[in-house]
């Protein structure tokens, strides 16, 4: 079942790093086969998107919110709950209860070191030369000073921190988002954020330093930042299914408008919401 | 012989990164120009951080907490506004009668929500960082809650929609990370409405029922 604890909720961060269960190609080893398989899946996920919406007739609700897939968004959207409440969240809790704050802290702020090669490259790709350079500083000051980035030193330099990805990156280039899909295991997601994951994956320096047993690596890193994502969340998101009367619309909605921030890196929304 | 040039060449090359980073790192904090408050900015300045204090103050019950936090909010905001606005489109086939009987439901149920969500940064302090209009008579008032606990943390972004109407301001909407609460209520209300005909009455009760459970 460890598979399943790996890759649930993941908003970001490739399809199925884990490689085992979804792999469907199989291993073709080295890691220059990786951006292959995930382009791959990607596509095997849109087919099956596609499939589905040819069984289901939106009603006019789920037209507006651009979430033609609903029906079957919303069985997965369970399905994701369910496998969430049997695995992930005992863990979760576990990890808060017996693992101090500072430890915890120490392990995001690592992850988010290692994230940061892939935010220089958006930056760039976003022709971003200032952010680039914050996050360029960061990497430097926190990997080095910051003890492989256990300690973020950067944050109090003054120097601070964002993250960006690829979906971010062709939204900027004027890509649209497309339809909202709930993927299992992984969460909301859409078109553009699956083709996001993949590229950012590829993006990622540390899949090309040859060591044995990379997947080893690259499963437990995925395994800790889904950890620590659900973790940091776990009391937010506990508070938003408390208030809500539906609360797969409500999440769709927040993470829509997350998404949104984060593309347009805080600066006001251009569209008057009324 | 070749080996070591190679290391030191390596070294030199990451010195130059190394270098290169801090210079934009530097360069990247050029801080923005200060400026006189808007009036919207001073009135968010005045008026959020006494929400906070009321929060704060460990002197009163939380019956009394409750109660003052509803006065303050009820007088800060246009919660009927705010209301009308979470129906969207189910607003203009609505009765009078079943839109006040939401109307009253609703403020119960986000000073509920509302204080729940605020008690959580009441040890906080707040700071205006700016603001921008939206139409005429709007504003988004940008501030950032500190931690005094961790005062090196990214530090959350909570921004305010401010309404200017009859020479005085009301706050229409509140977001946190860029998460725009009335547009999630929204999208939650009218999804429910839409798996139930539309039937507002019948939301009305649910927000009863949560108002009572989350208290």
Redesign the interface.
């Known amino acids: 079942m460890k598979h399943i604890n790996i890759s649930l909720y993941a908003s970001e961060g490739p399809l199925c790093k884990t490689g085992k269960k979804w792999d469907l190609r199989g291993s073709r080893g080295g890691a220059g086969g990786f951006g292959g398989r995930v382009m791959r899946k990607v596509g095997i996920a849109v087919l099956a998107a596609l499939c589905l919406s040819a069984c289901s007739t939106p009603n006019r609700n789920a037209l507006d919110n651009n979430d033609p897939y609903e029906a079957a968004n919303r069985s997965v959207f369970e399905l994701n709950q369910t496998i969430d409440s049997l695995t992930l969240r005992p863990t979760t809790e576990r990890y808060n209860n017996y693992v101090p704050e500072g430890v915890r802290d120490g392990i995001h702020n690592a992850l988010e070191n290692l994230a940061l090669p892939v935010t220089f490259a958006n930056d760039l790709m976003q022709a971003e030369p200032k952010r680039a350079g914050q996050t360029l500083g960061r990497f430097m000051m926190n990997s080095s000073f910051g003890i492989a980035g256990l300690f973020d030193v950067a944050s109090r330099a003054g120097i601070p921190e964002h993250k960006e990805d690829f979906s971010q990156t062709l939204a900027v280039w004027g890509v649209g988002e497309g339809p909202y899909l709930m993927l299992p295991f992984l969460g909301p997601s859409s078109p553009r954020d699956m083709v996001g994951m993949g590229a950012d994956f590829a993006l990622d320096p540390t899949l090309y330093i040859r060591i044995k047993q990379h997947i080893w690596w690259i499963a437990g890193r995925e395994y800790v930042t889904i950890l620590d994502r659900r973790a940091r969340n776990l009391e937010t998101l506990d508070d938003i299914e408390r208030d809500s009367l539906d609360f797969y619309a409500t999440s769709r909605s927040l993470y829509r408008q997350y998404r949104a921030k984060e593309i347009r890196n805080g600066s006001p929304r251009p569209e008057n919401p009324n | 012989m070749r080996d070591s040039f190679l290391k030191q060449s390596l070294a030199k090359a990451l010195s130059f990164?190394?270098f290169?980073?801090?210079?934009?790192?530097?360069?990247?904090?050029s801080a923005a120009p200060a400026s006189a408050a808007t009036p919207a900015e001073q009135f968010v300045t005045d008026n959020v951080q006494q929400g906070l204090t009321i929060l704060n103050n460990a002197q009163l019950s939380k019956e009394q907490r409750r109660a003052q936090f509803r006065d303050y909010l009820l007088g800060l905001t246009d919660i009927k506004r705010i209301a009308e606005?979470t129906l969207g489109q189910y607003r203009r086939t609505a009765s009078p009668d079943e839109l006040a009987a939401y109307g009253a439901a609703f403020k119960d149920y986000a000073v509920t929500?509302y204080q729940?969500?605020f008690t959580k940064y009441s040890g906080q302090t707040l700071q205006v960082t700016g603001s921008?209009p939206?139409?005429s008579d709007e504003s988004?008032v940008k501030t950032v809650m500190i931690d005094p606990k961790k005062p090196?943390?990214?530090p959350l972004?909570v921004n305010f929609r401010v309404l200017s109407q009859g020479g005085r301001f009301y706050v229409i909407d509140f977001?946190v990370?860029?998460?725009?609460i009335r547009?999630?209520e929204?999208?939650?209300?009218?999804?429910?409405l839409?798996?139930n005909n539309g039937n507002i009455a019948l939301?009305t009760a649910?927000?009863k029922k949560?108002a009572t459970?989350?208290k």
């Open positions: 990164a190394f290169l980073g801090l210079l934009f790192a530097v360069a990247g904090l606005y929500v729940s969500y921008y939206l139409g988004v090196n943390a990214k972004q977001s990370e860029g998460v725009w547009e999630m929204r999208s939650d209300f009218t999804s429910y839409g798996q939301l649910s927000l949560k459970q989350i």
